[in-house]
């Protein structure tokens, strides 16, 4: 007796079908790896507006203070009797959005008749969580023949 042999045939080019849902999976992972990205972005991007707005409004108020302190000069000079102001600042004057106040305070100094203590202080922007403040002393002398 003979024996027959019998193969199965397979297709020499099977394929197998798609795997759609780890394709899904894996467009799934990237875009939610792109999102992370462009949040962590924005985020460095507001922060960074922040500090930049912060560092303007610090900037401002340090000459906000010396132009308090020119006018304090100045007004003594007209006036050696001038005690000081509240000089508020609006915000077209600042060219921007946001308005100011500079205080100014003179002080005569004891056993000294011909100087004067001049303070300043000045907020930029006034909204309290945005405020930088700023302040500086000095005294002067008067000219002769003021007091």
């Given amino acids: 007796m003979t024996t027959i042999q019998t193969r199965s ?41 922040r500090t930049f707005r912060a560092l303007v409004a610090r900037t401002q108020a340090e000459w906000l203070v010396e132009s308090g302190i020119e006018r304090a000069v100045a007004q003594l000079a007209a006036d050696p009797q001038y ?8 915000a077209e004057n600042l060219h921007g959005q946001d308005a100011a106040e500079v205080t100014i305070e003179i002080q005569n100094v004891a056993d000294e008749a011909q100087q004067r203590q001049i303070s300043v202080r000045a907020d930029y922007p006034l909204e309290p969580h945005r405020r930088q403040r700023r302040s500086k002393s000095l005294r002067i002398t008067l000219a002769q023949g003021e007091s």
Avoid at 31 to 42: F, K, P
Avoid at 83 to 90: Q, S
């Fill in 9 to 49: 045939i397979q297709p020499r080019n099977r394929r197998r079908p798609p795997r759609k849902g780890a394709v899904l999976l894996v467009a799934m992972i990237l875009i939610t790896v792109v999102l992370m990205l462009v949040l962590s972005w924005l985020q460095v991007a507001a922060l960074q507006r």
């Fill in 83 to 90: 005690a000081g102001e509240t000089w508020k600042i609006p």
